[in-house]
């Protein structure tokens, strides 16, 4: 209703949900902690929203009924990682997804995964 | 459908992919992953994340790193994620956060730039990261021999030195496999002494 010609329209006027907005301002994630490549699978259907539930929260549960990468997630969303991972940690806190921490350096050792990973590449 | 806890998620494994500017990174992730690039994205300010805080507006000043990135899957059991190292290298943090328990690193090289790399090949060797030398093949530029890539970066004489042309898959696949032969050549022979390295 105004008339003010410097309005600032679409995506001028910038997202127009802020990342903080999605996480209620929190920067750090409830529960876990979240590499870029965790793995994360959906632990069921996508739920009907309830309390505390925003639309991106689903939009995850949507994405991961197959295993996804925390970096995939932040990525298909365009949202930044630091957000995915305070939305994932509300979601794991209520049992909607569920979580695979990647290998710690150690198993660094472990020849068969180099042997499986040379054979996947000469195959591609 | 089956959902999550009847079944066993894959294992990702991360491959850095570094080097300067230009020097054909996106392009050489783009190559070999089955799906279209995605970018990440974090947003920096004083607080790690875009959190209003009132006091001091004026002074916060927010940033945002990209990192493009692709995925190779392998037989349902792994998957392979190469990231490539944001372009500034000041953002050494995001380096860590990719770079710390990666696999390994392929470092590019722009034998018209090759200074540009010398911050990576310093960045992985002091964090014990094993990495091999990919000189990519630009049009126009002088070719030169590979042991002179490895004397101008003086490279230990272990580090694998391969031409590669980023465009290119089989060329991107060998740089890869090259790779994971030298990662798992020095890990075996290191295994000992990381394990105590890191414990103690």
């Known amino acids: ?124 | 459908m089956d959902y999550g806890r009847s079944r066993k998620l894959p294992t990702a494994i991360k491959i850095v992919i570094a080097g300067g500017f230009g020097a054909g990174k996106t392009t050489l992730v783009g190559a070999v992953s089955e799906t279209k690039p995605l970018r990440t994205e974090e947003i920096l300010t004083d607080q790690g994340l875009g959190v209003d805080d009132v006091s001091g507006v004026e002074a916060k000043r927010t940033t945002t790193v990209a990192m493009d990135f692709g995925r190779i899957t392998i037989k349902d059991e792994f998957v392979l994620y190469l990231f490539g190292t944001p372009g500034q290298e000041r953002f050494w943090f995001m380096w860590d956060e990719v770079a710390i328990g990666s696999l390994g690193a392929v470092v590019l090289a722009d034998t018209r730039r090759l200074a540009d790399c010398f911050p990576s090949v310093d960045y992985f060797e002091r964090h014990g990261i094993p990495f091999v030398v990919g000189v990519n093949c630009f049009e126009g530029a002088t070719q030169y021999a590979l042991d002179e890539v490895q004397l101008a970066l003086n490279l230990g004489p272990n580090v694998p030195v391969t031409l590669c042309d980023a465009r290119d898959r089989d060329s991107c696949k060998a740089v890869l496999i090259t790779l994971v032969q030298h990662a798992m050549k020095i890990r075996a022979v290191t295994a000992d002494t990381l394990v105590e390295s890191r414990t103690s």
């Open chain 1, 1 to 124: 209703m105004t008339t003010d010609d410097e309005r600032w329209l679409d995506e001028h006027a910038g997202p127009v949900v802020r990342p903080y907005v999605m996480t209620s301002g929190r920067a750090q994630p409830v529960r876990g902690k979240f590499d870029l490549i965790s793995v994360v699978v959906a632990t069921g259907p996508v739920p009907i929203a309830e309390i505390g539930m925003g639309p991106e929260h689903l939009a995850i549960v949507r994405l991961c009924q197959e295993p996804l990468s925390v970096a995939e997630i932040a990525g298909y969303l365009d949202l930044p990682t630091g957000t995915v991972r305070v939305l994932l940690g509300d979601l794991l806190d209520k049992g909607f997804v569920m979580m695979q921490e990647p290998e710690p350096e150690i198993d660094m050792r472990d020849l068969r995964m180099y042997e499986a990973v040379l054979d996947g590449l000469r195959a591609l």
